[in-house]
């Protein structure tokens, strides 16, 4: 029963129905682990054979969904196609990951980017978006924006990313793709049931051990600072857990090992560095033996099926890195070698791997234990990602750094013997084994192959490096004496390679010590192996790529130089001319360059210091001074570099030698010697080094080195001589990218390489392009510019006296071109044979990976053929390109001279130059001399000449075509005077004004001197007009305004200031550098400039209100600078820019919060740490702050608001994709068509289905980014439609209501589409993305409106915005479901969005604004719907964002037209909230009467009549009414305004204790001056503070009263500490404060309440106990102004009136005040009348008057 069944008995069991047959398999197997082995392997061996039924019995398999295990968290794969209906597949609008279409049949899936590594858990917990298995769901890929969500993300939009703010949630992809449809990611080879593996994993493993097993892989794929454990270590962890005595230790085991082999069929999706641990993982579980029969069967199996991959595929790299991991177990497994051995690409393997394999089918070791590195992508994004990720630690004994080898043996990897440990050491030990920042790689990699060095063993290693760890000269005979012990012979050559390459290379303090070690080793074969060793190192390094920043190599070439000088010259040992020969490779450095001579010279110098400890070499040797006068040679170099220089003179000192008295001999010039010059700095074998490193660098008479006979014919074939035949016309080559060279490419068939390789053939034209790429700019740009210069003279001299500009353009078109192409030509050739030639080698030494020495030889030759074959075509595209560029460039530099002639003719003359025709008639000789009218033809025969033959084209006749443009007859607007001209000259007769207005006595003052010099940089870049010279001017500009002090005469400080700011706007003007640019550069600038200017905060305010400043940018320097609170000075500096910017509500009126919102949670931070040692003022400050931002917003990191203001400044970046915007004006205009279309479905939702996939496939869902900018470019361009159309309404004929359809047609349109992305992201449970995709749309669209209002200013259109705002209100309050679970957060989010955009930050959007805010479904929802009244504060800030605006226009009564119709929108929200929701108005009644002006009396009156309906309000005019009767009268009113914030808490602390003790005495004299804030009438007083002082007075008086249990009355109200403070304010404060205080007091008179008793008994006591009449008189007119407006008035006014005017006691009637003229005696008697009726008014007057 064990194998398979024979073919005749299968129809037998076919006859079984496979349930049945699974179902006694099953049984068998629940068994297996309760029998004999030899019973159980039978019955495993047979599950396994019928795995295929057993699959299709079961649905998921056992173990692979656990029952403890939740559902995953993560990733699309959770969601059952049966879940799954058209808008749930949006189960992952990401704004978080990204993802790229998988596969050609799962179009659109994510793919598994290193983004989705941040987190990962087990193998495939790092892979949270693996593909769909359900093609067929509507839109399968928009990926999981899970980065955000809280709770599942299976069905529907999940969670709108990252980028929204919330931590990532891991996701835990064993529970996830393991789907209830098997099958869908089919393997290559039938998938084993791994529960039959090993029986005891065939249990179901809880929650606890399943996220342990998974803790320990995420550990392994985590990245520093996270916690890591390395391949070793998991493996000694599984081998402690295996044997463990502890259940659950063992349970983990098991698990973890279930979990890897399950996840087999998912690792082609891994990213190779993750994909390259797993191998090392699964290599290790053979390796240590973890796995035994069965399972070790299929892991034997995986890594095989992984090897039969194609060579280079990413399973076959897997496969090899998990061979590598276990090659020493090979030898036991012979027929899995026979089996590897038969493999296609065997030999392809790496070299040591097939040794291994080799000797393992015999069942042995290869003799040689061989240690290759092997290279895989994983492994050098492995090295990379632990290289950034680690910091060098100091070097562990005898480490060899695995990472080094790995990192750099991509072509020599195969066959290297480098002394490394295996590839799978892990991460902890991989440090470089240096402190020092030299790195031997070179060394490493170039170890010679050929040498077959034998290893000890590793335990010998370690004992090794721990001798030559602590060798000191105090125990070097016990050293020398173990080693002896520890080390056979046999070993002594690995020792010597130790030596030199670990220790002495990059050791150079210790050389002296490893010499006498050497000495007192007494071993001569020993030294003999270390000096070859040196011999051979420095070889290495003097024949490597000499890049220019490889400052490694030189340094371990010099400490070689400088040992071998020890270990020779100064043990008195010559250097062989047969070793090195050092005259012959400063002479062979010399000619091939600089480069060179930085490697050769200080290695030479080094080897030198040491003949002085020589008895035999010392100075004066002439071997010695040979060498040292080549070295005075080379001193007297112009060219040589001074570092160099340098060292020769360094090293004449060492060696007490003037290098004057040298004597330098001529053998730098000695050509015979250079022809016989054996060449030490190229490797062998390959002498043709690329040309660009044989560059000579001496003077003409030099031999170029590319003449000596060392260098093959190949190379000479390099070097142009003389023009090339043209081979192009000039129209044959298309310019316009670089595609147009591909048709014209050369490629010879009969080059050898080719024919043997004809894949290579596609390495040319990315050769031939990337080296025109590279070229084209910088040459182009030098031609044009120094043709340019000479054209333009000569044309101008030319044609002075000819009055036809297009004569003059046409031949300066001709000129240029010519002569620009020609500089190019000569300019670019040489650099492109090379560069072509560099490019295709390097091509196919990375296609052919290590190719033999014959193979480089070819790859040698077909580069130079090739290139050479195709630098011409290269040198015309340059050529071409500079030449189209030539033509407009030389347009603006003549433009003057057109317009010259241009007005002439307009004026009605002929122009010619009065200057040139003076000289030409004087000077020139009649043959020569230039004639008034058209140019001779002769001469202009030569400018036909420049035209017909342009240098590097083949000759042409029609003259009109080089360009084909050039022949058209002149536009006007073609070439107008260069704009940036004009604005520099503005700017420049700008600032000479200033400074003519500057007075003498201040012309030597360093501020006028500043801007002289300003002045003249003007002048110099109006003269360059390049970007440097603009940039120039720019810092200059920025750093003349941050050095500018106050100390200075103000007037000029403020002139100095202006020109600044004039040439810094004089940039930013769309027609010179654009606002984007200037603002981005004005803002390095201050970022980038000196601490003592950085800090200057009056210009930093300046430039912000000028606009000059990108704000996101400057915001997240100043957070980052103020360091936590640790940096004084940038707290300071920020505390002083917020108080400016965001708290004297000054200019600044575009700088909302949002701007500095890192500043400010910074200083929040900070001020909530350092409490008690704060900066001063800081608490303050932010009180103010918090008080002005925070009334309605929580402003947790991350949380809605932070996802509002994000979006409000992304609004303002501008740097989109290339691309991106046309895809967003694609999708836009297919999304409005289907939202017009009549299948749209009800809401759209059919539409919105198809269109979500069309998003996906454009890209737009990828990341936050993305959909962040696909919402600012739509809001944009919906706004650009609205602005076109209404600019249609000039049209007397286009009636205003279809303008306004035309635009709702997008706007609408567009709305739909937030609201239907809104209510389908994240499940409907999760509301968070929902919320955070809202406030999102809500801030680009806040940040978009803010722009376009700063820049269009009196030209921005409400409408457009207008309309987005409404609608989405109506959409997103549509009853249903989905949108009223997250109602609330939707209201807050309109109300931050309408508090951001207050009309004082956004006045042109007043009107918008106010309808927006009093629409009747706003005002519903916010004061009605919304439960227990959470709406109200929110709609409370918005009122007082209005009364703000409002109350300058209406103190300084400055009621134009504009202003009235606002103000009278204002009444009638009030009417209606004082009709629909009086309570609202009872409630904030304060903090409105706060900020509305003393003077608006009317508005005042209509919050303050406000009463509760459930409340029938007494008539006032009830004769005998008694007011201290009714049953509401003791009852507080409700004040929801904290109206003792403003209070100091000084202040705070002495009033309380005046109430109380009626101490410190001093309280009421000090009590004016604390009210008072200024001298200036109308605003003398604190307004706020004497309100809140009133109220608060007040409410304590009541309390104090109700404790002695009475109630207020005229008798109760008297002789206390509160009645003190009113009746010394009222006798104290001047008029204008009185009449504040008397207002303050009024403001509380309001419906029957305890506050409204009281206060009315204060009015009257006050009155009646007032020493003089001014003060009865004032407290009259407040009462009486508030009673002659229109009605509504407040109950409790009247009943106070009334009173006052009625009860003799106050014997109103004859105080004088009231019978001061006859109008005002008629107008308290018709008041009388109206509050008492005729008859009792009279009574009352004449019982008064008589009296």
């Not at 290297?416 to 070179?442: E, F, L, Q, Y």
Request: include cysteine.
């Amino acid at each position: 029963m064990g194998g398979l069944a024979p073919e005749k008995d299968q129809p037998k069991s076919a006859q079984l129905p496979p349930e049945t047959l699974a179902t006694m398999l099953a049984c068998l197997q629940s068994c297996a682990g309760s029998v004999s082995q030899e019973l159980s392997e039978t019955i495993l061996t047979m599950v396994a054979n019928c795995s295929n039924v057993m699959n299709k019995a079961r649905q998921p398999p056992p173990g692979v969904l656990p029952k403890g295990r939740a559902p995953s968290t993560s990733s699309l794969d959770a969601i059952s196609p049966v879940q799954m209906d058209p808008l749930s597949a949006m189960g992952s609008l990401s704004l978080g990951v990204s993802s790229t279409s998988h596969t050609p049949s799962m179009q659109g899936f994510p793919s598994l980017q290193g983004s989705a590594f941040s987190n990962p858990q087990s193998p495939a917990k790092a892979f949270s978006n693996l593909p769909n298995p359900n093609p067929s769901t509507a839109f399968p890929g928009i990926n999981p924006l899970s980065s955000q969500l809280q709770g599942p993300l299976s069905t529907s939009l999940t969670g709108i990313g990252s980028g929204l703010g919330m931590p990532a949630v891991s996701s835990d992809p064993f529970g996830t793709r393991k789907m209830s449809t098997p099958g869908l990611n089919p393997p290559t080879f039938q998938q084993t049931d791994l529960s039959q593996v090993w029986p005891e994993a065939n249990q179901h493993f809880s929650k606890e051990i399943d996220d342990e097993a998974n803790s320990y892989f995420q550990r392994i794929y985590n990245h520093p600072p996270h916690p890591t454990m390395s391949v070793d270590e998991v493996l000694e962890m599984l081998q402690r857990f295996k044997d463990s005595n502890i259940k659950r230790e063992r349970e983990v085991f098991n698990c973890m090992l279930r979990n890897l082999f399950e996840e087999y069929r998912f690792f082609p999706q891994y990213p190779d560095k993750e994909l390259h641990i797993t191998a090392c993982l699964f290599g290790g579980i053979i390796e240590k033996g973890l796995v035994t029969y069965m399972a070790l069967g299929l892991a034997l199996r995986y890594v095989l099926e992984a090897l039969r991959k194609p060579f280079g595929s990413k399973m076959y790299y897997f496969g090899i890195a998990a061979l590598d991991r276990f090659k020493n177990r090979l030898k036991d497994y012979p027929q899995y070698c026979q089996h590897l051995a038969s493999i296609a690409h065997f030999l392809q393997f790496p070299h040591h791997l097939q040794e291994y394999i080799e000797y393992g089918q015999q069942s042995r070791d290869p003799p040689v234990k061989m240690q290759g590195s092997i290279t895989t992508p994983g492994s050098l994004a492995l090295a990379q990602a632990q290289a950034q990720s680690q910091t060098p630690k100091a070097p562990q004994p005898g480490q060899a750094s695995t990472l080094v080898t790995t990192a750099t043996t991509t072509t020599t990897a195969a066959k290297t013997t480098t002394i490394t440990r295996p590839t799978a050491v892990g991460p902890k030990k991989d440090v470089p084994p240096s402190i020092n920042t030299t790195n031997i790689d070179t060394l490493l990699v170039a170890t010679d192959q050929t040498e077959r060095i034998v290893e000890p063993p590793e335990n010998v290693q370690e004992k090794i490096a721990f001798i030559f760890n602590n060798l000191s000269q105090s125990n070097m005979s016990q050293k020398v004496e173990e080693l002896k012990e520890t080390v056979k012979e046999e070993f002594m050559p690995w020792v010597s390679q130790y030596l030199v390459m670990k220790r002495v290379s990059i050791e150079p303090n210790f050389h002296s010590l490893y010499s006498n070690f050497l000495d007192t080793l007494k071993n001569p074969e020993f030294v003999k192996m270390v000096l070859n060793e040196t011999y051979r190192n420095i070889k290495v390094l003097l024949t490597s790529d000499k890049a220019a920043a490889n400052f490694s190599d030189r340094s371990l070439l010099k400490n070689l130089g400088h040992w071998l000088g020890m270990i020779t010259l100064a043990k008195n040992k010559p250097i062989l001319y047969t070793d090195l020969e050092l005259k012959s490779l400063l002479l062979e450095a010399y000619v091939k360059g600089q480069q060179e001579l930085l490697y050769v010279v200080p290695f030479v110098a080094k080897v030198l210091e040491s003949s002085l400890r020589s008895v035999i070499f010392r100075p004066q040797n002439p071997w010695t001074m040979g060498i040292m006068n080549v070295l005075a040679e080379l001193h007297q170099e112009h060219d040589l570099k001074l570092n160099l220089k340098f060292e020769i003179e360094v090293l004449c000192k060492n060696l007490s030698l003037d290098i004057s008295e040298l004597k330098p001999g001529n053998l730098l010039r000695d050509k015979e010697k250079l022809k016989n010059l054996e060449e030490q700095l190229s490797a062998p074998k390959k002498e043709t080094k690329p040309p660009e490193e044989m560059l000579p660098i001496v003077t003409t008479d030099s031999v170029p080195f590319t003449a000596a006979p060392s260098t093959p014919a190949t190379t000479t074939t390099c070097t142009a001589t003389g023009p090339p035949t043209p081979q192009f016309s000039y129209h044959d080559i298309n310019v316009y990218a670089l595609a147009g060279l591909a048709p014209h490419i050369n490629i010879n068939v009969n080059i050898p390489l080719l024919q043997a390789h004809p894949q290579l053939k596609q390495c040319v034209r990315p050769a031939i392009e990337r080296a025109v790429q590279e070229l084209v700019h910088p040459v182009v740009d030098r031609s044009i510019k120094i043709a340019m210069t000479t054209c333009e003279q000569i044309v101008r001299k030319d044609f002075a006296l000819d009055s036809e500009e297009s004569h003059m353009r046409v031949a300066a078109h001709h000129m240029m071109r010519n002569l620009t192409a020609g500089m190019a030509m000569i300019t670019c050739r040489e650099p492109l044979l090379m560069s072509i030639a560099t490019n295709l080698k390097n091509s196919f030494a990375a296609a052919l990976r290590a190719p033999t020495p014959q193979q480089r030889e070819m790859m040698e030759e077909a580069a130079a053929r090739i290139a050479q074959d195709n630098c011409e075509l290269a040198c015309c595209f340059i050529q071409k390109t500079a030449v189209e560029k030539a033509g407009p460039e030389m347009d603006k530099r003549l433009a003057t001279e057109f317009e010259l002639r241009k007005h002439a003719r307009q004026e009605g003359r002929r122009y010619c130059d009065p200057m040139v025709l003076t000289y030409q008639a004087e000077r020139m000789p009649e043959q020569i001399r230039l004639k008034v009218g058209g140019v001779d033809p002769k001469q202009l025969a030569v400018y036909e000449e420049f035209a017909r033959n342009v240098p590097g084209f083949l000759p042409s006749n029609d003259l009109s075509q080089p360009t084909g443009f050039l022949a058209q007859p002149m536009k006007q607007q073609a070439w107008p005077t260069d704009d940036v001209a004009h604005i520099y000259d503005k700017c420049i007769s700008d600032l000479e004004q200033h400074l003519h207005a500057i007075p003498p006595a201040l012309a030597m003052n360093p501020q006028t001197q500043a801007i002289r010099s300003l002045l003249e940089a003007v002048v110099m870049a109006r003269n360059s007009r390049d970007g440097i010279a603009a940039l120039g001017l720019l810092q200059k500009a920025v750093e003349g305004l941050l050095d500018a002090t106050s100390g200075a005469d103000p007037d000029l400080l403020l002139s100095y200031r202006e020109c600044h700011l004039l040439v810094l706007k004089a940039l930013q003007d769309g027609r010179a550098y654009g606002p984007q640019w200037c603002n981005k550069q004005i803002t390095r600038c201050l970022i980038e400039c000196r601490d003592e200017y950085k800090y200057n905060v009056e210009a930093v305010e300046l430039l912000i209100r000028n606009h000059l400043v990108n704000m996101q940018q400057y915001d997240l320097h100043l957070a980052q600078s103020m360091e936590n609170g640790l940096n004084y000075m940038a707290v300071a500096f920020a505390m002083q820019l917020v108080k400016l910017l965001l708290v004297d509500e000054r200019s600044v009126s575009h700088i909302t919060e949002a701007d500095l919102f890192h500043t400010i949670e910074t200083l929040m931070r900070t001020n909530a740490h350092s409490r008690a040692n704060a900066p001063e003022g800081l608490p303050q400050l932010m009180d103010v702050v918090r008080s002005n931002y925070e009334a309605m917003i929580d402003r947790h990191h991350g949380g809605p608001n932070f996802m509002m203001h994000s979006g409000i400044s992304q609004a303002s970046e501008y740097d989109d994709p290339p691309g991106l915007r046309e895809k967003a004006e694609y999708l836009l205009r297919e999304w409005v068509n289907l939202y017009h279309s009549a299948a749209a479905g009800r809401d759209s939702t059919k539409a919105f289905s198809a269109f979500v996939g069309q998003m996906h496939q454009q890209g737009i869902l990828k990341t936050d980014d993305l959909i962040t900018r696909f919402f600012r470019l739509c809001t944009e361009m919906c706004v650009e439609i609205s602005y076109r159309a209404q600019a249609e309404q000039q049209h007397p004929t286009t009636s205003p209501a279809i303008i306004r359809a035309k635009c709702y047609h997008n706007l609408d349109a567009f709305v739909r589409l937030i609201a239907l992305l809104v209510k389908h992201s994240g499940e409907a449970t999760n509301t968070v993305t929902k919320i955070n995709l809202l406030n999102k749309v809500l801030g680009i669209v806040v940040g978009v409106l803010i722009q376009d209002h700063d820049v269009r200013q009196t030209e921005f259109q409400q409408l457009p915005y207008h309309r987005i705002f409404i609608m989405l209100l109506l959409e997103l309050n549509a009853p249903e479901h989905v949108l009223e679970t997250i109602n609330f957060q939707t209201l807050t989010a309109f109300c931050n969005t309408f508090h951001i955009l207050r009309p004082t930050k956004a006045p042109g959007f007043v009107y918008a604004w106010l309808e927006l805010i009093s629409h009747r479904i706003f005002i519903a929802r916010m004061l009605a719907h919304t439960p227990q009244q959470k709406g109200w504060p929110m709609y409370a800030q918005l009122l007082i964002d209005l009364f703000k605006y409002l109350a300058p226009f209406l103190r300084n009564v400055e009621l134009n037209k504009p202003m009235q119709i606002l103000y009278k929108g204002t009444l009638r929200v009030l009417l209606v909230l004082l009709h629909d929701f009086p309570e609202f108005l009872c409630d904030y009644h304060y903090g409105f009467c706060d900020v509305i002006p003393p003077n608006c009396i009317q508005l005042r009156n209509l919050i303050l009549s406000a009463f509760p309906r459930n409340m029938r309000l007494p008539d006032p005019f009830t004769p005998n009414l008694k007011v201290d009767m009714l049953s509401e009268i003791n009852i507080a009113p409700r004040i929801l305004t904290n109206f003792t914030g403003v209070m100091p808490s000084q202040f705070k602390k002495d009033l309380d204790s005046y109430l109380k003790t009626r101490s410190p005495v001093t309280f009421l004299s000090e009590l004016r001056s604390n009210l008072q804030v200024s001298n200036e009438p109308g605003n003398r007083y604190n307004i706020q503070l004497i309100n809140a002082l009133v109220l608060y007075v007040g409410t304590q008086a009541i309390a104090h009263i109700h404790n002695k249990g009475s109630t207020p009355s005229m008798s109760t109200i008297t002789h206390s500490a509160h009645m003190d403070i009113f009746q010394n304010l009222a006798v104290d404060l001047d008029t204008e404060g009185r009449y504040l205080f008397l207002n303050a007091i009024a403001n509380q008179l309001r419906y029957p309440n305890s506050h409204t008793h009281y206060f009315s008994c204060t009015m009257l006591y006050l009155f009646a106990e007032a020493n003089a009449e001014a003060i009865q008189e004032q407290i009259t007119r407040v009462l009486l102004e508030r009673l002659i407006v229109n009605r509504p008035h407040p109950w409790g006014l009247l009943i106070t009136f009334i009173e006052l005017i009625k009860n003799p006691a106050f014997k109103f009637w004859s105080h004088d005040f009231v019978h001061c003229a006859p109008e005002i005696e008629k107008l308290f008697q018709s008041v009388a009348q109206c509050c008492m009726g005729q008859k009792q008014a009279q009574q009352v007057m004449e019982g008064t008057g008589a009296s």
